[in-house]
């Protein structure tokens, strides 16, 4: 079974651009979840998909947006990009049901410099 | 404020020895916790979890221990290997199910 894909692997940009990452899921998993990591804040939750709606929300400004398509493929906005946006972006996955939504199956991640 | 904590950054073990690694939690509403291993350029691979109705979850070389009173979990790997040094990131979770993490310990097990 594929595993998590997370296009592209290495994104740059400049301030005020915006930017677009995409991820397809393990087959089969209805939900995905976004994390955001940077060295001095660990791994950071932006949100949570489930059946092309959102289910959950970190505490990242509007800027921050994403959607989900019919098929389960998810894809991350960063409008009005910002020098603090350059971190790596991880998608994940998992079955809907129960607590097992939680042992996720993590991508490899987009890692986004703005420059 | 980090409801979720990893105070060591680092830890260095012996080949064979115990590999112990902790986090703390402020938040009792978390009910579900668990621990995730990554590698450099992989994304975070769910290793063991552990639901607050129990004190003891075991998995082979892993097992995770809780200790509500004290709102604290441990992670101990026995014998450590040096294919398992990466980061360890200790997360939980509510009735919301979302994932709070630690900022992670890096492990290295030397040969």
């Known amino acids: 079974k594929a595993g998590v894909t997370q296009t592209p692997r290495y994104l740059i940009k400049t301030r005020g651009q915006q930017v677009t990452l995409s991820c397809s899921p393990i087959?089969?998993?209805?939900?995905v979840s976004w994390y955001q990591q940077t060295p001095g804040q660990g791994l950071q939750f932006l949100f949570e998909?489930?059946?092309?709606?959102?289910?959950n929300k970190g505490n990242f400004p509007g800027r921050f947006s994403g959607r989900q398509f019919s098929n389960s493929r998810s894809e991350m906005n960063v409008s009005t990009l910002e020098l603090g946006d350059s971190a790596l972006y991880l998608c994940a996955s998992s079955l809907a049901g129960g607590r097992t939504y939680n042992e996720q199956f993590f991508g490899p991640g987009t890692r986004l410099t703005v420059l | 404020d980090q409801q979720v904590k990893q105070n060591s950054p680092s830890l260095s073990v012996q080949e064979g020895r115990i590999s112990i690694l902790n986090c703390d939690y402020t938040n009792s509403m978390f009910d579900y916790f668990l621990w995730y291993k990554k590698y450099p350029a992989e994304g975070p691979t769910f290793l063991i979890s552990?639901?607050?109705?129990?004190d003891k979850n075991e998995d082979g070389r892993f097992t995770v221990f809780l200790n509500k009173s004290a709102k604290h979990l441990s992670l101990h790997i026995v014998p450590s290997q040096p294919g398992d040094s990466a980061v360890y990131f200790c997360?939980?979770?509510?009735?919301?199910?979302?994932?709070?993490f630690g900022k992670g310990t890096l492990l290295t097990v030397n040969p």
């Open positions: 552990i639901s607050s109705i129990k």
């Open positions: 998909y489930f059946s092309e709606t959102q289910r």
């Open positions: 087959s089969g998993h209805r939900s």
């Open positions: 997360a939980a979770s509510g009735s919301n199910y979302k994932l709070t």
